[in-house]
């Protein structure tokens, strides 16, 4: 205790140090309410680590004690969201915040970020219109559909599509597509929070016409296919096909919903990728309502987009959990950009950060390994052996989970540290890299490395192994 009490002494007082601290702060553009808060809860980290005995010394000098604030104060002052250089070769990484958006999108978005817009406005009546119109006819044109909706996410967009018409009924699914969306979200918790029942039909990897006949009763509401867009069944398996559930569906009078989780506009076949379900193929089948994310295959901003008949689409828009779930004029402005391009194939897969980015020349990202592993592999030498390696990339977003993309990348093999250090303090550099460990090894998958990055990169890690 005595040891305590003599530590606990030692600890600086708030106003003193703010003093000592002012011309840094007034060199940073520190807001003083913000630096005051933040010595104060260094101060009270400090003491709390004393009193907890989890620490024996405290700064000894008034230089250490300013180079602890100082650090502190920085780190309170950046941004919490922050760029980092993605070096996964993870296309739509989740954690990463899945889809680029193109350039010429980014300019819409600061369009309705810096100007007022006709969100809710009808320029044609000069009275109140509605945000959905926006890009309705543009969703429906692409995807043959009648009518759309588009929502915050794509499980929002389930929810409220179960909560519209299966609410206080039941919903037949296969027992093989009851999938969990990511972060611990599954469907059959969505349906609960949607007031439907689940049913579940078949077994886990084979599910017939006939299992969700015998399921069906007076108390069905609703048909549900979920595309398994995040693992894979393979061997002794089968599901009932969209159009013959459609027809089911229409011998009961049952509308069939589908969710393709990370829908896509485009044919991926065209560049040698697995075929996936585009939503216009799901639509002609006759599926009454279609939903699908905007931020993945798509390669547009977070959304969850609902395509169908117009009949269910008015329900849907109806319903006052639409109020909760709408979009705002960030996501209208950039989807709208986005959807555009799909216009032109060739625009589309020259623009879209996602789809530019799978479909890419694996030769082409070579050659960007390359020029980074000649900036960096002499002046990383003495720390580190630099090579250049053939790896495999992945679309991610829970899309095609089962195909690797060949890619190019630079190995950074640590002479005398650990890869798990290096790997671990990389992520605190001013732009955090976040890479993967192969073997104990360090690799920075060139795909998802921007060329407009590349320089900054290389010059990041020189900077870093210089210390």
Not at 299 to 308: E, K
Request: net charge positive.
């Amino acid at each position: 205790m005595k040891n305590k009490n003599s530590l606990l002494r030692k600890l600086p007082k708030v106003d003193e140090t703010l003093h000592q601290l002012e011309p840094f702060i007034k060199a940073h553009a520190i807001a003083p309410l913000l630096a005051k808060r933040c010595v104060q809860k260094t101060i009270k980290c400090k003491r709390s680590e004393v009193l907890n005995e989890e620490l024996e010394r405290l700064p000894e000098s008034t230089a250490e004690w300013l180079q602890l604030f100082e650090t502190a104060l920085l780190k309170m002052n950046d941004f919490n969201l922050r760029r980092v250089f993605n070096g996964t070769g993870i296309v739509v990484h989740t954690n990463l915040g899945r889809s680029l958006l193109p350039e010429h999108t980014t300019r819409q978005l600061a369009l309705a970020s810096t100007h007022y817009t006709n969100l809710e406005f009808n320029l044609s009546t000069g009275k109140r219109g509605s945000r959905y119109s926006l890009v309705e006819d543009l969703l429906c044109d692409l995807c043959g559909a009648e009518a759309a909706l588009v929502v915050n996410n794509n499980a929002a967009a389930v929810l409220i599509c179960l909560d519209t018409l299966a609410n206080g009924g039941e919903v037949i699914v296969s027992r093989g597509q009851l999938v969990e969306i990511g972060g611990s979200f599954r469907i059959p918790d969505v349906m609960k929070k949607s007031g439907a029942k689940l049913v579940e039909v078949g077994a886990t990897n084979r599910t017939h016409r006939y299992d969700y006949e015998h399921a069906i009763s007076g108390q069905t509401s609703l048909l549900l296919r979920v595309h398994t867009s995040n693992f894979r069944l393979i061997g002794f398996t089968s599901q009932v096909s969209a159009e013959e559930l459609v027809e089911l569906g229409k011998k009961h009078q049952l509308p069939v919903m589908e969710d393709l989780g990370s829908g896509s506009l485009v044919d991926l076949s065209v560049c040698g990728l697995p075929s996936e379900p585009t939503v216009q193929e799901v639509v002609k089948s006759g599926v009454d309502v279609v939903t699908f994310s905007g931020d993945k295959l798509l390669g547009g901003p977070q959304a969850g987009i609902i395509v169908g008949r117009k009949d269910i689409i008015d329900l849907i828009k109806k319903n006052p959990l639409n109020r909760a779930l709408r979009i705002d004029k960030f996501t209208l402005a950039s989807l709208e950009s986005v959807l555009r391009d799909y216009y032109d194939l060739d625009v589309v897969f020259s623009r879209n950060q996602t789809l530019r980015m799978i479909s890419e020349d694996p030769l082409m990202i070579k050659k960007r390994a390359q020029k980074l592993r000649r900036r960096i592999v002499k002046p990383l030498a003495a720390v580190c052996d630099v090579r250049l390696i053939l790896t495999e990339s992945k679309v991610g977003g829970g899309a095609l989970p089962e195909y690797g993309l060949p890619s190019w990348g630079v190995q950074l093999l640590p002479k005398d540290r650990s890869t798990a250090a290096i790997e671990r303090d990389l992520r605190s550099m001013p732009v955090p890299l976040i890479g993967r460990i192969e073997n104990e090894c360090l690799i920075i998958d060139c795909r998802t490395v921007l060329d407009t990055e590349l320089a900054e990169l290389a010059d990041s890690l020189i900077s870093y192994f210089a210390k």
